[in-house]
């Protein structure tokens, strides 16, 4: 039986893949972090149309589950949840940073390379990589973590800032996971720190007892 994984991530833009057993079907990707709900499911769609393939023909749900910012980040990782459930796929989180990894030390196994992402307020998400292992996964050394750019030492590795994770190496990843008996991330957000944007605790008093007059 084929190994399909629909994979999902908008850890940073919004980025959709169909992989079957380890090639790449269908890709959408835009670096926009803007529109990660408006278009989110379209591309979905889209990707399973292109690459030939039915919701209840899909496996399994790789799932980006950051590092990223709290909004668009819960976009990604609740169409993948609700996919998966309603598909009866089994679901794979996975840290997004080890997709864009992957892409650039595939051709390269054995370099160090230093990943970061826009974490916002003038931060970055880093994580440090030594190579690939035997089964062609990431070795993550260090991170993810939050720095300020520039407060990591990246000597003698190589480097990217990403705008985007490719949901295709992220499906690929899993794929390699899969099949050499890896373990995935539990279900819960890499958010690194709390939201921009946190929920009120209710009325001040005042206006409180000005609604009971």
Same mark, same amino acid.
């Given at each position: 039986?084929?190994?399909?994984?629909?994979?999902?991530?908008?850890?940073?833009?919004?980025?959709?893949?169909?992989?079957?057993?380890?090639?790449?079907?269908?890709?959408?990707?835009?670096?926009?972090? !803007?529109?990660?709900?408006?278009?989110?499911?379209?591309?979905?769609?889209?990707?399973?149309?292109?690459?030939?393939?039915?919701?209840?023909?899909?496996?399994?749900?790789?799932?980006? !589950?950051?590092?990223?910012?709290?909004?668009?980040?819960?976009?990604?990782?609740?169409?993948?949840?609700?996919?998966?459930?309603?598909?009866?796929?089994?679901?794979?989180?996975?840290?997004?940073?080890?997709?864009?990894? @992957?892409?650039?030390?595939?051709?390269?196994?054995?370099?160090?390379?230093?990943?970061?992402?826009?974490?916002?307020?003038?931060?970055?998400?880093?994580?440090?990589?030594?190579? @690939?292992?035997?089964?062609?996964?990431?070795?993550?050394?260090?991170?993810?973590?939050?720095?300020?750019?520039?407060?990591?030492?990246?000597?003698?590795?190589?480097?990217?800032?990403?705008?985007?994770?490719?949901?295709?190496? @992220?499906?690929? @990843?899993?794929?390699? !996971?899969?099949?050499?008996?890896?373990?995935?991330?539990?279900?819960?957000?890499?958010?690194?720190?709390?939201?921009?944007?946190? !929920?009120?605790?209710?009325?001040?008093?005042?206006?409180?007892?000005?609604?009971?007059?």
């Amino acid at each position: 039986m084929s190994c399909v994984i629909l994979a999902v991530d908008t850890s940073a833009g919004t980025s959709i893949a169909v992989v079957v057993d380890g090639v790449v079907k269908a890709h959408r990707s835009t670096p926009d972090t !803007m529109r990660h709900a408006e278009i989110v499911g379209s591309y979905i769609n889209e990707t399973l149309t292109e690459a030939g393939i039915t919701a209840s023909e899909v496996s399994h749900v790789a799932a980006g !589950m950051g590092p990223g910012p709290f909004t668009g980040l819960r976009v990604g990782i609740a169409a993948a949840d609700a996919f998966a459930f309603g598909a009866g796929a089994i679901l794979l989180p996975m840290n997004s940073h080890d997709a864009i990894a @992957l892409e650039h030390l595939d051709g390269d196994r054995g370099n160090n390379l230093v990943v970061t992402t826009d974490a916002r307020r003038k931060e970055e998400y880093v994580s440090f990589y030594n190579g @690939l292992d035997d089964d062609g996964c990431p070795v993550r050394n260090y991170g993810p973590a939050i720095q300020k750019p520039g407060e990591f030492d990246a000597a003698e590795s190589g480097y990217v800032r990403a705008e985007e994770v490719s949901a295709a190496w @992220l499906g690929v @990843l899993a794929q390699r !996971m899969l099949g050499a008996g890896r373990e995935f991330l539990p279900f819960e957000a890499l958010y690194l720190r709390s939201p921009d944007v946190t !929920m009120s605790n209710g009325p001040k008093r005042v206006v409180q007892e000005g609604r009971t007059k």
